[in-house]
């Protein structure tokens, strides 16, 4: 027997989009605010907010089974390596002497 997928209400929808637009619109306003160098950091938190939102509640994470779960964890940890080989190399780059320069 398959096992019927939850259905989330209605007002779990509601909230979540309007919880995605206040935190755009706060993103929007805190552009225009000058946080001595946190705002990059700052807008990526929201960022990172509004993904998890999406994710648990628009595409219905919270409601999947383990292993839909343990593959969101995976491209998460996976995001992870990706990012810190990017950085690695983009924060290595001057380390080592070209000749001509």
């Given at each position: ?6 259905i989330?209400?209605?007002l779990?929808?509601?909230i979540a ?14 552009a225009?605010v000058d946080?001595r ?7 990526l938190?929201i ?8 994710v ?11 292993v ?23 924060l ?10």
């Open positions: 027997m398959l096992q019927s997928e939850r989330a209400p209605n779990t929808c509601v989009c309007a919880a995605l637009v206040i935190l755009t619109l706060i993103n929007i306003g805190l225009m946080l160098g946190w705002n990059t950091l700052v807008g938190v960022a990172a907010i509004q993904a998890f939102i999406s648990v509640f628009l595409m219905h994470l919270r409601w999947s089974r383990p839909v779960r343990l593959v969101g964890v995976i491209a998460l940890l996976w995001l992870g390596i990706l990012i810190a080989g990017t950085m690695d190399d983009v290595t780059r001057g380390w080592l002497p070209i000749p001509g320069k």
